[in-house]
């Protein structure tokens, strides 16, 4: 069975860190595309970043420079490191698998079918 099972959220002062994990299994997680995406209270789903099995990356505009996507193929997880963290990024943030980047400018808006298996997400509020 294809599980993803994401950490790391919680409550976090703006200009603060955090690093989400997402522990895949039950597929080749080492040769998969893989991407984050999240959901503010209120709003669409906004595809964040992805990863393929090499090494190319990719970024929505609203967190380049900021958060950084990665994977340790050995152990099977998907990161997402999160710096200056703001409170517009307070979302339910989910992994996926699959590969998505939207163009400079535009809003990464998705739908559950854009990727493949997701996870249950994890909560990252962001709040003085």
């Known amino acids: 069975e294809v599980q993803l099972v994401e950490s790391g959220g919680g409550l976090v002062q703006p200009g603060g860190s955090l690093r989400l994990s997402c522990a895949a299994s039950?597929?080749?997680?080492?040769?998969?595309?893989m991407s984050w995406v999240r959901q503010a209270p209120g709003k669409g789903l906004e595809w964040v970043s992805a990863?393929?099995?090499?090494?190319?990356?990719a970024y929505a505009d609203s967190v380049k420079g900021r958060f950084t996507i990665s994977r340790d193929s050995a152990k099977n997880i998907l990161y997402l490191r999160m710096n200056s963290l703001k409170t517009e990024d307070t979302a339910v943030y989910y992994c996926?698998?699959?590969?998505?980047?939207?163009?400079?400018?535009?809003?990464?808006?998705?739908?559950?079918?854009?990727?493949?298996?997701w996870g249950q997400g994890t909560q990252v509020t962001v709040s003085s």
């Open positions: 996926a698998t699959g590969w998505y980047g939207c163009a400079a400018g535009s809003w990464c808006g998705i739908d559950r079918t854009t990727l493949g298996v």
């Open positions: 990863i393929n099995s090499g090494v190319r990356k």
């Open positions: 039950g597929f080749a997680f080492g040769i998969a595309d």
